[in-house]
């Protein structure tokens, strides 16, 4: 390693969006891996408002590895982040700035150590997708400042070790997770089925039920449901490969009407799942299912379905309405519904279109 001083301190920056599933991915195959038994799609929104935002830095002044998540610090240590940082470095190029008086070899890198400061513009571990975009996001920034020359499948499949969700979220539009055959996980990757101007009719609202931190986390709600339900190997063997080609094609058609209706049973068979696990696990409360009566009354009461909605591991619907209009006559009736006060069932809404990932550094 050359360096004029041992002053110098490389950053970049990311922001990287959440994604929702509506083909949702609930149970492993393999843990350590993430490796999933079922495939999955997803919608990736907006990053105005829901996204991570990522600084890596690195610098020869650093003597360990270390982390701050929304401003605090926060342990490294988890074997999900030891994959990401060795996947990532494992990869690492060399590098050169003469203008900085920098120059890293490939080897450097093992002895580099790296500071990460991460923040989520909305809540953490509340059942919208934090893990999905802070996995990405981290995996990506890091493979920009350690200079990985490496596609976007395959830092999806590096992300996908920190947080499987995280793997559809290195893409704008919709993405979906391959499963893959291999035990090794090298064919378990995301690929992009449509890009964020393919549909752009679409409308996204996020009802904020509760932004409290959820009792079960993704990793062990799904872990127990595939130890104990039986309708979720059903599920996964019967139920979603059918839905994967149907949603592919409902994507690729622009049908409203399909998209709606496997995105909702989709959702509903998900947490019967989470019902069905032992002991139960809710995620969604009476709100949660108030919002889905007065959206599928709505849509029964139109010649089509006018919005779709889905539950991630927590009680926050995510509305998808099929244009602007649908969007606006869907807030009037929330708001009629769940006017939000501070001591109301629904606290804000954020609405937003579908996105890109977004490098700012
Ligand atoms: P969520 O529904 O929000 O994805 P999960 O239970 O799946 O909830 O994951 C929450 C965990 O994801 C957090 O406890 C933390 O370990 C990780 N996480 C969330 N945000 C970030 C971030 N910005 N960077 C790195 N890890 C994050
Ligand atoms: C309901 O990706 O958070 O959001 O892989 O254990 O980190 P781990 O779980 P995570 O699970 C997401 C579950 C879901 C559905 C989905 O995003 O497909
Ligand atoms: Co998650």
């Not at 350690?146 to 070790?161: F, T, Y």
């Not at 592919?248 to 409203?256: G, H, L, V």
């Not at 509305?319 to 708001?335: E, F, T």
Request: charged fraction near 25%; charge should be neutral.
């Amino acid at each position: 390693m050359a360096c004029e001083s041992e002053k110098w301190v490389l950053m970049v920056t990311a922001q990287t969006p959440t994604n929702i599933a509506v083909i949702k991915y609930w149970g492993k195959r393999d843990e350590d891996l993430i490796l999933p038994i079922n495939d999955s799609i997803s919608v990736t929104l907006d990053p105005e408002h829901l996204c991570t935002t990522t600084t890596v830095a690195v610098s020869p002044s650093f003597d360990q590895d270390r982390m701050w998540l929304n401003g605090k610090e926060f342990s490294l240590s988890g074997g999900r982040y030891q994959r990401c940082l060795k996947e990532i470095r494992s990869r690492a190029s060399g590098f050169e700035d003469e203008k900085k008086g920098v120059k890293i070899t490939e080897k450097d890198w093992e002895n580099l150590h790296v500071h990460i400061s991460s923040y989520n513009n909305f809540p953490t571990a509340a059942g919208l997708a934090s893990s999905a975009a802070g996995f990405a996001c981290l995996v990506f920034s890091l493979a920009k400042l350690m200079n990985v020359k490496e596609d976007h499948g395959r830092l999806s499949a590096i992300a996908r070790q920190g947080s499987g969700s995280a793997c559809r979220s290195l893409y704008g539009g919709f993405a979906k997770w391959i499963m893959g055959k291999n035990d090794d996980g090298s064919d378990s990757m995301a690929v992009q089925l449509a890009d964020e101007k393919h549909w752009d009719d679409l409308v996204i609202v996020i009802a904020v039920v509760s932004s409290r931190q959820k009792e079960t986390s993704s990793t062990s709600g799904m872990r127990e449901s595939v130890e104990t339900s039986k309708l979720i190997h059903h599920r996964a063997k019967e139920v979603v490969p059918k839905r994967i080609v149907e949603m592919e094609e409902a994507i690729k058609n622009r049908d409203f009407e399909s998209f709606a209706h496997l995105s909702c049973a989709d959702s509903n068979q998900f947490h019967a799942v989470c019902m069905d696990t032992c002991p139960p696990i809710f995620y969604m409360n009476d709100t949660s299912h108030r919002i889905i009566s007065c959206v599928e009354k709505w849509n029964r009461s139109e010649a089509s379905p006018q919005v779709a909605y889905t539950f991630d591991a927590g009680p926050n619907a995510v509305l998808i309405a099929r244009n602007r209009k649908a969007a606006a006559l869907l807030l009037q009736r929330l708001l009629f519904h769940f006017p939000p006060r501070s001591d109301a069932d629904l606290k804000s809404y954020v609405i937003g279109d579908k996105s890109i990932l977004q490098d700012v550094g």
